[in-house]
C-alpha cells in the first residue's frame, strides 16, 4: 500500500476500539477507496464515503432501521465516542462488519428471485420508517419532474442533430429511432399524468437504487445483503422494480416476458403492491430509460469526437431492446391483470 494511504488507514482506524493487525493493511487497494482490514474482533471494512455529514447521518439511521425489521446489510461500527464515521480532512471514513460470500449472478434465475425477495423485503422493512422534514428534502425524488425533463433532452437533441451539416453514424442511428422513442415518452407520460397523483398519495419507501453486483452480495447464511446504502431515495418502490427489471433485459437479445412475470411475481410474494402501482411500473418500464442513457453518456460528454464502432453496436442493442418490449409490457401486465399473484 502506498505509505500516504498505509497512514491514512492507521490515523482513521486509531478511532475505533480495536487492534489492527498491521500486516493486514499492506495488501489493500487504495483506488477503490475501501480497505479490508484484520483485527482482534475479525474482518472489518474501511469505507471512504463521498456523501455530506447529514446523508450520513441518515443513512446510519436507516441501516439501523432496515437491520432491526430483518433486512440483511452490514452493520455500522461506532468509534470510542459513539460516533457511526470518522471526518479527517474534510473526509468521511465509515467502518462496516465484513461480510463473506459471493457477488449474485443476474443470468441466474435462483440468483434473481432472491434478490427480488430481498429488495421486497428491503421495501416492506422501510415503510413505516421516520424521516424529518429535513431529511426528506435531501432523500425525496420527483420521479414526475425527471421523466419530463428526460423527454424535453430527448426532444432538445433530436433538432440539435437534425440541423448539422455533417452527422455521424450515432447522430444518423439516433434520428433514424428518435420519433418512435418520443411517442413512447408520450405514451408513458400519459400514464403518469392519468395515476401518479394518486399512487403518489400512497405509502413510499426507502429505495435501494444501487444494483450493480458490487453493491450486492449473498452471504454464506444465503441471505442477501445489501452493501451500499449511500444512493437511498425515498421513491415509489416501483422505480427500483424499474431499474432491475431493465438490468436484466439489458443481458437478453429481446425483452422477454417470461423472465419478467418471474421478476415480477417473486417481488409480488414478498410485498404485494396494490393495481395502481403497477399501471405506474408500467409507464416506468414504457419510458426510454436505458436509450435515454446511453445517448446522454455520449452527447453530454463534450470530449468525445467521432463514433465508436462498440458503442455504436450498444446503442443498437439498446434500441432494439426499447422496440420489442412496448407489446410485450403490456401483453404481461394484461396477462396478469395488472396485479400478479402466485407463481
Not at 407520460?189 to 401518479?196: E, G, N
Not at 431499474?243 to 411475481?265: Q, T, Y
Not at 417481488?267 to 419510458?287: G, M, R, S, T
Request: glycine residues 2%; charged residues 30%; hydrophobic residues 40%.
Amino acid at each position: 500500500m502506498d505509505a500516504f494511504f498505509s497512514d491514512l488507514v492507521k490515523k482513521v482506524i486509531a478511532n475505533y476500539p480495536l487492534e489492527v493487525k498491521h500486516k493486514s493493511i499492506e495488501y489493500n487497494d487504495e483506488k477503490k477507496a475501501e480497505w479490508p482490514i484484520d483485527t482482534n474482533i475479525g474482518e472489518v471494512l474501511l469505507k471512504k464515503v463521498l456523501i455530506d455529514e447529514r446523508y450520513i447521518e441518515f443513512m446510519i439511521y436507516a441501516i439501523d432501521y432496515l437491520r432491526d425489521n430483518g433486512v440483511f446489510t452490514p452493520e455500522v461500527l461506532t468509534t470510542k465516542l459513539g460516533d457511526g464515521f470518522v471526518k479527517w480532512k474534510d473526509e468521511y471514513f465509515m467502518l462496516y462488519e465484513a461480510v463473506n460470500g459471493r457477488r449474485p449472478n443476474l443470468e441466474s434465475e435462483d440468483d434473481l428471485i432472491l434478490l427480488m425477495n430481498g429488495i421486497a423485503s428491503f421495501h416492506k422493512a422501510s415503510v413505516c420508517i421516520e424521516i424529518t422534514t429535513e431529511q426528506v428534502s435531501s432523500i425525496q425524488s420527483n420521479w414526475k419532474n425527471d421523466l419530463q425533463n428526460k423527454f424535453l433532452k430527448l426532444t432538445k437533441w433530436k433538432e440539435e442533430r437534425a440541423k448539422l451539416k455533417h452527422q455521424n453514424e450515432i447522430d444518423k442511428l439516433f434520428l433514424k429511432n428518435i420519433n418512435i422513442v418520443l411517442m413512447q415518452c408520450e405514451k408513458a407520460l400519459a400514464i403518469v399524468d392519468k395515476y401518479s397523483v394518486e399512487v403518489v398519495a400512497q405509502t413510499k419507501t426507502l429505495c435501494y437504487q444501487n444494483f450493480d453486483v458490487n453493491d450486492l452480495i449473498i452471504g454464506e447464511d444465503g441471505n442477501l445483503y445489501f452493501l451500499n446504502m449511500s444512493s437511498l431515495k425515498r421513491e415509489l418502490p416501483i422505480h427500483d422494480m424499474r431499474r432491475i427489471l431493465n438490468i436484466v433485459m439489458k443481458k437478453e437479445k429481446n425483452w422477454n416476458p417470461k423472465l419478467m412475470k418471474k421478476i415480477i411475481i417473486a417481488y409480488q410474494e414478498i410485498n404485494p403492491l396494490a393495481c395502481l402501482q403497477y399501471q405506474v411500473l408500467k409507464a416506468d418500464l414504457l419510458f426510454p430509460h436505458l436509450f435515454y442513457d446511453v445517448f446522454s453518456a455520449h452527447y453530454e460528454n463534450k470530449e468525445i469526437i467521432g463514433s465508436d464502432p462498440s458503442l455504436v453496436s450498444k446503442m443498437k442493442k439498446i434500441i432494439t431492446l426499447e422496440l420489442s418490449k412496448e407489446r410485450v409490457i403490456s401483453t404481461v401486465f394484461l396477462q396478469t391483470n395488472e396485479a400478479p399473484y402466485g407463481r
